[in-house]
């Protein structure tokens, strides 16, 4: 009687995918796409003229919306300023404003009438202090584009790594390197002010 060899079964491919991570890099990279696809609406810009009743105040919780805010003699609102609105080199120019300064700024129409509500923020698209411009309206979209940009990039990177180590055996030293090219690329990017910051 002759021995059969015993065959080796080969197990189907699809059974050694990391159907958790393949799952979950889709749903990073769905989210990623479809989160940043709405754009602001354009609105009309309405220009005031105010002196500060207070000095300029940075906001020092972390995952706060406003990078700085400040009150007027004009009106009882808060005005604010995004996070994200203004480039890295005018912050100290922003953080140095003093009451008793006039500024020219402008505002969206839709929250000028909401000026006397004291409870209201409004938000500020673009700022001159004497006569110096420290930012435009379209500066403003720009910057608040950039800084949306990094949720998008954050989240392309995440769901490209998922979805690698769901479809194939990456070792965690790949892992590693692939991590710390992207955040060495984050820093420079921060750095030399191209790309997102």
Known sequence: MSSKKNK??????????????????????????????????PHALIQLKVEMSSDMLEVKEKNDYRYSYFQVKEYPVEFIILIGSISPDINSKISDLRAGQKLDLKIKDSDFTELNNAETEVVVHELSVNGNTLFTAKEFQNNRALYDKRYWVLALFLGSMLLLNGFFSISSNTNLIIGGSAFLAVILMRVFQFGLY
């Not at 080969?10 to 769905?30: C, E, H, M, R, T």
């Open 8 to 41: 080796r079964i080969k197990p189907n491919k699809a059974s050694q995918f990391n159907w958790s991570y393949i799952v979950l890099g889709l749903l990073v990279l769905y989210w990623g796409v479809f989160s940043n696809t709405s754009k602001e609406i």
